[in-house]
């Protein structure tokens, strides 16, 4: 932890969680946190889908749910930002509390289940950021009451595509009755179907890339399918993962009882074994964002290491506050070096070589 959330830390950590999220939306909105020096290190920057990312280190989707922050959060110094998820619908999510921290093991509990103001009013705010110093993701969910799940992800296309720098298909929260079915691999099938549709008719000529986000808690058989189903439809990438319901041992806190999906440090090691075995299901054949867990240099040059070309943190942000991006990249950038990878590129994968 460092400067000044070093300060506001002992406060927002006597908050209730969803209380102190609220604060630190509001603070950020209002311009009261200062922003970061972005990092500048030949090392880490890429070009991916014909966009600069300046480091590979990306907001993960949760934190800015209505698009009210990406600007303030570009300029925390991280290399992208990936907004929502957003529903067509406003909608309150689950009954509070939903929210847990569990301190002592650096991670997280939710069961949000897609709180939000709907898809009019992610558009409205996402059209008023006026500079984007780096790429901004939107990433798509369905209404909890909806029946048909594909009408819902073409809404957002519709509505959204035209300010998206990619697009992610989010079947993966577990807070949402049914969502995580539609990873199989028939209901996926359709639904990317419906998805390409909708994308071709709002930008025939200059489609966001589109991306799938999965969750953690797959059988072999389950990754095989989505792996094929990813190259099928020609997908622009993957995003693993999303929070399990798996408790790990060795879990402390007495919060480990509450229902929902867990984040944070013990989801290092079953995210980055997912994301690995996308890698390899994939023959490296698509970009992958790698997340779960992350915390450190060494954590984001693991999941490189094992396939991804880009990450995302969320639950380390809670604990360490925005520093974190800053560090996270310089670590990195020296990990690459002691490894004898003169750029992030020769580093993807290199587990697998
Ligand atoms: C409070 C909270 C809310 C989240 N909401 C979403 C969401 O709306 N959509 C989504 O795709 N992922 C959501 N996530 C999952 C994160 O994007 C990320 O995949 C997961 O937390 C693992 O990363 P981490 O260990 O760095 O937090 C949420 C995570 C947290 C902690």
Known sequence: MTGLYSCVWPLLSRLDPETAHGLAIFALKRGLVPSARRI???????????????NPVGLAAGFDKNAEVVQAMLGQGFGFVEAGTVTPKPQTGNPKPRLFRLTGDGAVINRMGFNGAGQDVFHRNLAGVKTRPGPVGVNLGKNAASVDAAADYTAGVRALAGLADYLVINVSSPNTPGLRALQSRDQLSELLDAVRAALRAVAPSNPPPLLLKVAPDLTDDDKRDIAEVALEQKLDGLIATNTTIDRPAGLTDANRIEKGGLSGRPLFDASTKVLADFYRLTDGRLPLIGVGG?????????????GASL????TALVFEGPGLVRRINTELADLLAGGGFAHINEAIGADHR
Do not use: P
Not at 40 to 54: A, I, K, N, P, V
């Open 40 to 54: 500048d290190e030949h090392r880490l920057r890429q070009t991916l889908w014909g966009m600069d990312f300046s």
């Open 311 to 314: 990450v995302q943190i969320y």
């Open 294 to 306: 992350i915390a450190s240099g060494a954590d984001a040059y693991a999941k490189i290491r094992a």
